[in-house]
């Protein structure tokens, strides 16, 4: 009994040691994505692609730019998914083959973007 006892208590402190380690890498890795982020996104349009780069098609993408203001076309969009791809702030989306999502929203790690309105 004082063998399991000892594997619980070995097991408790493991896994307590995992968490603290696991905090500091987000902690460490959100200011580096965050740096990173702002580097790549220097204009409102990127800023506003990117945070629409979750699933959605080049051409809803342009549809929903256009509709806030921005010029935007779709091969310029594909051209910023070739850039950013790389740098490992978007990933080929699971459910939509040829589209992408970013990795993280702006909101995420405290990077401010234009509102972005979406029709119904």
């Not at 310029?76 to 970013?102: F, M, N, T, V």
Request: net charge positive; with cysteine.
């Amino acid at each position: 009994m004082k063998k399991e006892g000892k594997a619980v208590n070995e097991n408790k402190e493991i896994r307590d040691i995992l968490r603290e380690i696991l905090k500091w890498l987000r902690f460490i890795g959100k200011r580096q994505l965050r740096t990173l982020l702002l580097d790549a996104l220097e204009k409102d349009v990127d800023k506003v692609v990117y945070e629409l780069s979750d699933g959605r098609s080049l051409r809803e993408i342009e549809r929903i730019c256009k509709d806030n203001g921005y010029s935007i076309g779709k091969s310029a969009i594909k051209s910023h998914w070739g850039k950013w791809k790389p740098l490992g702030i978007l990933e080929p989306s699971d459910k939509y083959q040829g589209r992408y999502e970013r990795v993280v929203s702006l909101k995420e790690v405290g990077i401010e973007f234009p509102e972005i309105k979406l029709k119904k």
